[in-house]
Nanobody
Framework: QVQLVESGGGLVQAGGSLRLSCAASGRIFSINVMGWYRQAPGKQRELVAAITSGSSTNYADSVKGRFTISRDNAKNTVYLQMNSLKPEDTAVYYC?????????????????WGQGTQVTVSS
């Protein structure tokens, strides 16, 4: 069974920094894209940043220049370094992975989500 476990959320003052981590575990063959999404109260979930297995990255315009996504393929882990945080960054942050896993002798592809971690930025 594949699981994504996030850590690193919390409460920080505006201008501060946080680093989120997300580790994928289970019978994983490969991970294509890993990403971070966020959902603020009353709003739709939105993409924050994503990174491919070849380390190509994509960022939401609202976080460009402040957030950095990276991954450690050997550890099946993705990170999100968040600097210069603003109150509008307050949300639940979710990790996502598009991966291929083993079930018995076969491989399957699916999309997995973490449980979410709260990030709160106070003004």
């Amino acid at each position: 069974q594949v699981q994504l476990v996030e850590s690193g959320g919390g409460l920080v003052q505006a201008g501060g920094s946080l680093r989120l981590s997300c580790a994928a575990s289970g019978r994983i063959f490969s991970i294509n894209v890993m990403g971070w999404y966020r959902q603020a109260p009353g709003k739709q979930r939105e993409l924050v940043a994503a990174i491919t297995s070849g380390s190509s990255t994509n960022y939401a315009d609202s976080v460009k220049g402040r957030f950095t996504i990276s991954r450690d393929n050997a550890k099946n882990t993705v990170y999100l370094q968040m600097n210069s945080l603003k109150p509008e960054d307050t949300a639940v942050y979710y990790c996502n992975a598009d991966l291929t896993y083993y079930r018995g002798s076969y491989r399957y592809q699916n999309d997995y989500w973490g449980q979410g971690t709260q990030v709160t930025v106070s003004s």
